[in-house]
Nanobody
Framework: QVQLVESGGGLVQAGDSLRLSCAASEGTFVTYAMGWFRQAPGKEREFVAR????????HYADFVKGRFTISRDNAKNTVVLQMNSLTPEDAAVYYC???????????????WGQGTQVTVSS
């Protein structure tokens, strides 16, 4: 059982940056690919970014390319989502998740955090 805890959300203005962190309780963190997803009010949860087990491969949703960066530190069991140039459209609850396979499919992620709220004012 992997427990994931996100942090770093908050209220920012358009154009600002936020750094989201996700801490994993499980020592086998390195065996999981990690992903970030988000859900805005009234919308379905959507894929944002993912990173491979070793951190060498990353993949982003088109709407965040060039603005968001995902990274991980396997020694610290953490994954980070650096978000720059935020817009009001980025406002959502952001979730980190762990999957045994490299994928953007939510149903293949076995473990999820509780989410952290990101609010962006215009």
């Amino acid at each position: 059982q992997v427990q994931l805890v996100e942090s770093g959300g908050g209220l920012v203005q358009a154009g600002d940056s936020l750094r989201l962190s996700c801490a994993a309780s499980e020592g086998t963190f390195v065996t999981y690919a990690m992903g970030w997803f988000r859900q805005a009010p009234g919308k379905e949860r959507e894929f944002v970014a993912r990173i491979s087990r070793g951190g060498a491969y990353t993949h982003y949703a088109d709407f965040v390319k060039g603005r968001f960066t995902i990274s991980r530190d396997n020694a610290k069991n953490t994954v980070v989502l650096q978000m720059n140039s935020l817009t009001p459209e980025d406002a959502a609850v952001y979730y980190c998740a762990a999957s045994p396979v490299a994928t953007t499919l939510q149903r293949l992620y076995s473990y999820w955090g509780q989410g952290t709220q990101v609010t962006v004012s215009s």
